[in-house]
């Protein structure tokens, strides 16, 4: 019998804090969320408001908690949503990466990276990883589901989910999703939300890495 490591033909990968450094950078871009938020009505200033207290919060919640805290309508949660997944910044890949990606490239490597189209390819462009992939598929944060992208992705290119796996370090977003078309998920232990806890059964991936070395292993 053939192993289901050696059936492997693609590697999905997340971007932010899976293979570049999000989390870094997490302050600045709150920081563009809370002035855009009071710039459109929110009755509080920056200094008010904790940052690192909400350090793990998903931001559509959070920004919609403070809107309802402090008596701001709709208008002040779309424009804080919306500084918040527009701000690129100076992204900068986890020091393994480059060498990773350039070693895994026997794989059919596909980037599935949720956010705002425009912020994520400006965010790819300056990493300069766009050359490892076979393809980059965008889940817009307004509508994400990364389980019909990952399904969209086994049909595009005739894939079966024990041909694919998945590296993400968010396990209620692409682990979960991962699980829920059988394909095998593994959890990058980094970012703010490398503590969290699964919330289901669906939420525990088959393994658990701290950066991209141990995929080595893994895949062996």
Known sequence: MVSKIKMIKAIIFDLDDTLCDTSSTLNDSMQEMLRAMIGAGLPASIKDIDLHENAHAFIPEFASRLAKKYGAGKDAVSAGIHAYYNYVGNPELFPEVNDMLQELGKYKLILLTTGRPDAQKKKIELLGIKKYFYDIIFDDIANSDKEKKMRLILDKYSLKPEEVVVVGDKIFSEIEA????????????RGRFKDAEPANKQQLPDHKINNLIELREILA
């Open 178 to 189: 991962a699980n829920r078309l059988g394909i095998m998920s593994i959890r990058c232990m």
